[in-house]
């Protein structure tokens, strides 16, 4: 399998370890229970529980299946240390061309990505257009609504 590197904080990695392992005990044993006692109503061609446990029992083998996946391609990123350029793992701080105010992202990787606090997926076309740039580099990049300008103010 062709897997691409998720570059993951080491809490991220611990949370998704942690999902994975209840994933595998407790919550196959629930559907299983689920399973068993849908079973025990009979006819399972129109039984409804049954085929909701089933559905339910599909949907958490697909997470293990994606979870396992992440795991066996992560790479630890870390925020420790004076970063000169953009990457996973860094604080920039960046303003776009016209604008008076700036905005502060956190440069995670894609499972990580939470807009809401801040952290942005290394993926996202701002990022791919800022990697490898240093503090004061002028960046252009795409959007639907036409190219943006913005400038790197600090990276920490």
């Not at 559905?55 to 293990?64: K, S, V």
């Not at 920039?92 to 990580?112: L, M, N, P």
Request: charged share 30%.
């Amino acid at each position: 399998m062709n897997e691409e590197k998720q570059y993951l904080s080491q809490e991220k990695i611990n949370e998704l370890r942690k999902e994975l392992e209840l994933s595998k005990t407790t919550k196959r044993k629930d559907i299983a229970e689920q399973l068993e006692f849908a079973k025990s109503l009979g006819d399972l061609s129109e039984n409804a529980e049954y085929q909701e446990a089933r559905q339910n029992q599909a949907t958490l083998e697909g997470r293990i299946i994606e979870l396992e996946s992440i795991l066996s391609a992560a790479e630890v990123t870390t925020t420790k240390g004076k970063h000169t350029v953009v990457q996973v793992g860094c604080t920039i701080v960046i303003r776009k061309k016209g604008d008076t105010e700036s905005r502060t992202y956190h440069v995670v990787g894609s499972e990580e990505a939470d807009m809401d606090s801040g952290k942005i997926s290394y993926r996202s076309p701002i990022i791919e257009a800022l990697l490898g740039k240093g503090k004061g580099d002028m960046v252009t990049y795409s959007t639907p609504k036409g190219a943006v300008t913005c400038e790197i103010i600090d990276i920490k």
